[in-house]
């Protein structure tokens, strides 16, 4: 069965009614990218940053995957599907994806301050005084402005065993993500589906097919061309 790596991006989530990150000039939701999504904010300002993600993961239960994610698992009957995505929503397991892996963390999980290796879920409010078992502060399991991406190793070995790599509503312009590309065996064919593409296939030899569609009908067009 062929490998099918899938990169997944803001654009994934979008249709479920998730705001694309960044939307308005630096603002997300609302809020100072730099006061909820850095080391500098969440010491500044604790409990604004931990409001911030409480209100983020509390929106989460009120949206449904939509067809595209619904799609992507549909791949699973004709492909091996590996999922990196930079979303931090969990609508991809929720639509029954089997592997995904996560870049940019998870909003229904925490980690401790003193050791980013105890890692816990978490459906409810975070708040100061959440400890871990060694009785440390914990904090949103996000990868935050300025923060190593841990899981960028075993995304890229995911990428070099790719027999076809799809990259689906994420402009592929932000690293270390957008270098994730690099790593496709030569003659992996590409499909990138984005509504407002900026992606230029002249910088890859790779054979590229744009689709130029959201995800949801990206997908659906992405199904009939390769398995209808």
């Given at each position: 069965?062929q490998k099918m790596?899938i990169l997944?991006?803001a654009?994934m989530?979008?249709?479920?009614?998730?705001?694309?990150?960044?939307?308005?000039?630096?603002?997300?939701e609302g809020?100072?990218?730099?006061?909820v999504?850095?080391?500098q904010g969440?010491r500044d300002n604790?409990?604004?940053?931990l409001?911030?993600y409480n209100e983020r993961?509390?929106?989460?239960?009120?949206?449904?995957?939509?067809?595209?994610h619904?799609n992507?698992?549909?791949l699973?009957?004709?492909f091996e599907v590996h999922?990196?995505?930079q979303?931090?929503?969990?609508?991809?397991?929720?639509a029954?994806?089997s592997?995904?892996?996560?870049?940019?963390?998870?909003?229904r999980?925490?980690?401790?301050i003193l050791?980013?290796?105890l890692?816990?879920?978490?459906?409810?409010?975070?708040?100061l005084?959440?400890?871990?078992?060694?009785?440390?502060?914990?904090r949103?399991?996000?990868v935050w402005?300025g923060e190593a991406v841990p899981?960028?190793d075993?995304a890229?070995?995911l990428?070099?065993?790719?027999?076809?790599l799809?990259i689906?509503?994420?402009?592929m312009q932000?690293?270390?993500?957008?270098?994730?590309?690099?790593y496709?065996?030569?003659?992996?064919?590409?499909y990138?589906?984005?509504?407002?593409?900026?992606f230029?296939?002249d910088y890859?030899?790779?054979?590229?097919t744009?689709?130029?569609d959201t995800?949801?009908?990206g997908t659906?067009?992405?199904?009939?061309?390769?398995?209808?």
């Open positions: 069965m790596i997944t991006g654009g989530s979008a249709e479920s009614g998730i705001k694309t990150f960044r939307d308005d000039g630096g603002l997300w809020y100072d990218i730099v006061e999504a850095t080391n969440f604790p409990e604004l940053v409001t911030f993961r509390r929106a989460l239960k009120e949206v449904e995957p939509n067809q595209g619904i992507l698992k549909t699973e009957q004709y999922i990196i995505t979303n931090v929503d969990d609508l991809h397991e929720r029954g994806s592997r995904v892996l996560h870049l940019h963390g998870e909003l999980k925490v980690r401790s050791d980013p290796n890692v816990y879920p978490w459906d409810g409010d975070l708040v005084g959440d400890t871990c078992e060694q009785g440390s502060q914990l949103p399991h996000i402005f899981m960028i075993k890229a070995r990428v070099e065993k790719a027999d076809i799809v689906i509503g994420t402009s932000v690293y270390p993500a957008a270098g994730l590309i690099g496709t065996k030569p003659q992996t064919p590409i990138f589906i984005d509504p407002k593409p900026n230029n296939p890859h030899e790779n054979p590229t744009i689709i130029e995800a949801v009908g659906e067009k992405l199904l009939k061309m390769l398995v209808d």
